[in-house]
Nanobody
Framework: QVQLVESGGGSVRTGGSLKLTCQAS????????MSWFRQTPGKEREGVAT???????TYADSVKGRFTIAQDTTKNTLTLLLNSPKTEDTAMYYC?????????????????WGQGTQVTVSS
């Protein structure tokens, strides 16, 4: 089993920055892909960014150039840096992981999920 715990959410102004962290624990030795998703009430969960064990990253078009995903495999942590967030980035942000040999931005491809951390962006 894998446990994921997110932290770092909160309120931020547009043009500011916020860093989210996900701490993984448990059976983490062969996790291939780790990702960030987000969800707002009444909408489907959407992929934000993903990174594989080789460090290859993929971003949703809506955050490309503004958000940065990174991982520290020695500490089993995943981060998401939100630079110049927009009000439409307000959402609950979730960390996810899986052992698939590929990475995607599809929620159905991920077995392990954190509880989420709320990000609220105001102008």
């Amino acid at each position: 089993q894998v446990q994921l715990v997110e932290s770092g959410g909160g309120s931020v102004r547009t043009g500011g920055s916020l860093k989210l962290t996900c701490q993984a624990s448990g059976d983490t030795w062969n996790l291939y892909c780790m990702s960030w998703f987000r969800q707002t009430p009444g909408k489907e969960r959407e992929g934000v960014a993903t990174i594989d064990t080789d460090g290859y990253t993929t971003y949703a078009d809506s955050v490309k150039g503004r958000f940065t995903i990174a991982q520290d495999t020695t500490k089993n942590t995943l981060t998401l840096l939100l630079n110049s967030p927009k009000t439409e980035d307000t959402a609950m942000y979730y960390c996810a992981a899986d052992r698939n040999s590929y990475c995607s931005l599809r929620p159905s491809d991920f077995r392990y999920w954190g509880q989420g951390t709320q990000v609220t962006v105001s102008s």
